[in-house]
């Protein structure tokens, strides 16, 4: 019999085995905003340099690091 959750679970395998994803903390996920905010930081820091750099100054480097 199939279930569902067999086939969530070879999904979640397919994707980390080759599809270049990493499983993330459940608790590191901030269920008021939807995302992981750690996540979040860590990709505009990667992509965005110029733009974490003038937002920080703005925000007294309160948000990001």
Do not use: C, W
């Not at 979040?40 to 820091?45: D, E, I, K, S, T």
């Amino acid at each position: 019999m199939h279930k569902e959750s067999n086939f969530e679970h070879s999904i979640e395998q397919s994707l980390l085995q080759h599809g270049g994803y990493s499983k993330g903390d459940p608790l590191a996920y901030d269920m008021k905003l939807a995302l992981f905010p750690g996540e979040v930081v860590a990709f505009v820091q990667d992509t965005q340099p110029e733009f974490r750099e003038r937002f920080s100054a703005l925000n007294n480097n309160g948000f990001l690091p």
